[in-house]
């Protein structure tokens, strides 16, 4: 069964500082994964996604991740993160061929000024 | 990206009572449709997930009789939460796909609070 594991449960930033969060995934055969933001009061939106190809995955807002397939890993970076990157962040995962998504228990990021 | 509208975005109920909360699909074809239960602090649990014209596929420890989702189209979803008891109390999230390999669009999700 496929399950993500997200390590950082609540980070706090000041603007300007770089962002980093783990996301970490267990199955053993292709899949595709997601990143997806959910801002105070709104719902859930796709950030970036990766199926194939190159590994390392630009998003919208300046956001990107890189997949490791020998890490099972599927970081979010951001070099300088805004007061307005202050979200909730969840990974998912799934299993290539499968429709099931999974999703990580989020981090919640807050961006102070 | 895609549209996913949910109705109601929120709904306060009577213990024992039925709620119906609706996912619409409004510029796609969902073939398959997910049903998500977020507790406070959590993340997003998988409930169900259901495709167009068959039965849904619930995760384990979700009772089928409890929560009733209908797919009867490929941009309608109804999720039923019968006999309703304040521990079902919770947010709900409808998300709609089209083929596997795409990601999948979120519905605002519904704030259902029984009393």
């Known amino acids: 069964a496929q399950s993500v594991s997200q390590h950082n449960h609540h980070v706090i930033l000041s603007e300007a500082a770089s962002l980093e969060l783990g996301c970490n995934y267990s199955y053993g055969g292709t899949v595709n994964l997601f990143w997806y933001v959910q801002y105070p009061g709104q719902h859930l939106q796709l950030l970036l996604k990766y199926f194939s190809g190159d590994p390392l995955v630009k998003g919208i807002k300046g956001f990107e991740a890189e997949f490791i397939k020998s890490k099972f890993s599927f970081n979010l970076r951001k070099p300088s993160v805004q007061w307005s990157d202050t979200a909730e962040y969840f990974c998912?995962?799934?299993?290539?061929?499968?429709?099931?998504?999974?999703f990580g228990i989020g981090t919640k990021l807050q961006v102070i000024p | 990206g895609a549209v996913v509208s949910q109705h109601p975005s929120w709904v306060i109920c009577k213990s024992g009572t039925s709620v119906k909360i609706e996912c619409r699909s409004l510029d796609f074809q969902a073939t398959t449709m997910f049903w998500y239960r977020q507790f406070p602090k959590q993340s997003l649990m998988l409930m169900a997930t259901?495709?167009?014209?068959?039965?849904?596929?619930?995760e384990q420890g979700v009772e089928k009789d409890k929560f009733l989702i209908n797919h009867a189209s490929l941009t309608l979803s109804t999720l039923t939460v019968t006999s309703a008891h304040p521990e079902d109390s919770s947010f709900y999230i409808c998300s709609s796909r089209g083929r596997v390999d795409t990601e999948a669009f979120f519905g605002q999700g519904t704030r259902l609070t029984v009393v």
């Open positions: 259901s495709n167009e014209g068959s039965k849904a596929t619930y």
């Open positions: 998912a995962v799934n299993a290539g061929g499968y429709q099931k998504v999974t």
